[in-house]
């Protein structure tokens, strides 16, 4: 198989380690809990070895944190700043390696991590240090007899846990806000997809961040995750990931009483209206399916048009998904790639086929496509199922370039039938009209309603979900970085 793009040296010297080991206190340590190879899902070959944790590896990371906040927590919030801006800074000389490896271990095109997963990641860190510079971490009340305020001040260690989808920009999301409002923190970066997130460690230390203040590692859920959030020195958990997995982790921190963020999955819905310029929608549509292979928690994959542009739609959007360039993440003119896994392939197969049985018309067939000779690889043509609302395609999160086509005729049924899941992440309407369009989407129950647009994010626009989808906060606004400062009132009558 031939790649267009030839891995930078730096990438070749990362993966070709015996195995890629854990960055704890500082430093770069093999862990206890053995090695697990990393995939390149194009081609189902190992491209890494990364060496994994077990709870020991754990309590000595969080160790490590804790023993570095006193410090961390201690320098002036410009000086906290100055480090993480050069952080950002790193990040985007170093670039193109964290986008290759991006690129190579989720499958996605080269394209995309370069536009968006690293720059994306870099301008948190940035947006979040600003940001502490210019906050307030003392308000004085106005209380007769008293001298006093609220003090603002970080927790201590946080730990975060991520899935595989989008590592290093839903990385950056996390602990931006939490470094930059002073607290330290713990990484458990998907077993899956992990590496960038641990060649963030080299830079950390490369611009100045003191040891333990970041600290990384990899394995699976249970061995590794299920202690970092059990750990009595975690004083709070960031969890990213599935539904199933967020429950449980809410329950431990309901026990520890510790605070909790968790964004989950969803089952976004799509409303198409009769008087939008068809192609157009078709178009954004099929980008929102094929976007990092449909692996994308907020994604539109519930589609709702209406009946008067239901054929032409059909048609456009058959023309697209056929055409879609289907190929290996470093080959240049990739639009998709393959899904992560061979677990991802048969999840989604599984879906189709179930929703076939269930009576549903496939309008696009899946097909595994043979690309560049990878026969191995995870490649999954993008496909559509349409029928009615009782279906399991339309109930359930698949992950993969799919959608479940719906046909409405009055608005008030469209919204009745999107809020009809426990789902709530991220919706979208489509339409000309836009006091129409604003009435649906407030009317939709849902973390973010998007109009004329689908997989929407900028620094400012908070992100998160409700419901089955998420509880806890969200990221990427202001808000965000007042949940890592707990409130402490200081009060002194006056005599
Ligand atoms: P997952 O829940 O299987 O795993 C997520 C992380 O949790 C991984 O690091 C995994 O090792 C860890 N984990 C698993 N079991 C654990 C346990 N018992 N204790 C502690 N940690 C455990 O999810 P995934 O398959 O990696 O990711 C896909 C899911 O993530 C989808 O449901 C998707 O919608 C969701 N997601 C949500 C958002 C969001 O912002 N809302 C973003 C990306 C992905």
Known sequence: MTHTIEKHPSVAAFLDQPSIPAFIGGQWRELSGGTMDVKDPATGKTIAVVSTANANDV????????????????????????????????????????????????????????????????????????MSIDAVYDRPLNVEGMDARVHRAPYGVCGFIFPWNFPFTLCCWGIGPALAAGNTVVIKASEVTPLSTLYLGYLAKEVGIPDGVINIYTGTGPECGQPLVEHPLVRRISFTGSSAVGKMIGRICGERLIPCKLELGGKGAAVVLDDVDVDQVAEALAGAITLNTGQVCCTATRWFIHEK?????????????????????????????????????????????????????????????????????YFVSPHLLAGDDNNICFREEVFGPTAYLVKFKEDSDAIKRVNSLAYGLANSVWGRDLDRANAIAEQIVSGNSWINAHNVFAYGLPYGGVNLSGVGGGVNSPETFDDYLRDQTIARPLA
């Open 59 to 130: 309590a000595d990371a969080v160790e490590s944190a804790d023993e570095a906040f006193a410090g961390w927590s201690a320098m002036k919030p410009k000086e906290r700043a100055e480090l993480l801006n050069r952080l950002a800074d790193k990040i985007a000389e170093q670039s193109e390696v964290l986008a290759q490896l991006e690129a190579l271990d989720v499958g996605k095109p080269i394209v995309n991590a370069r536009g968006f997963d690293v720059p994306f990641g870099a301008d948190c860190l940035r947006y979040f240090a600003d």
């Open 309 to 377: 542009i239901y054929d032409p739609f059909v048609a456009k959007i058959q023309e697209l998904l056929n055409k879609t360039a289907i190929g290996h993440g470093l080959e240049e003119g990739t639009q998709m790639g393959p899904l992560v896994s061979k677990a991802q392939v048969d999840r989604v197969e599984d879906y189709y086929k179930k929703g076939l049985s269930e009576g549903a018309t496939a309008i696009v067939e899946l097909k595994r496509p043979v690309v560049g000779g990878g026969e191995e690889g």
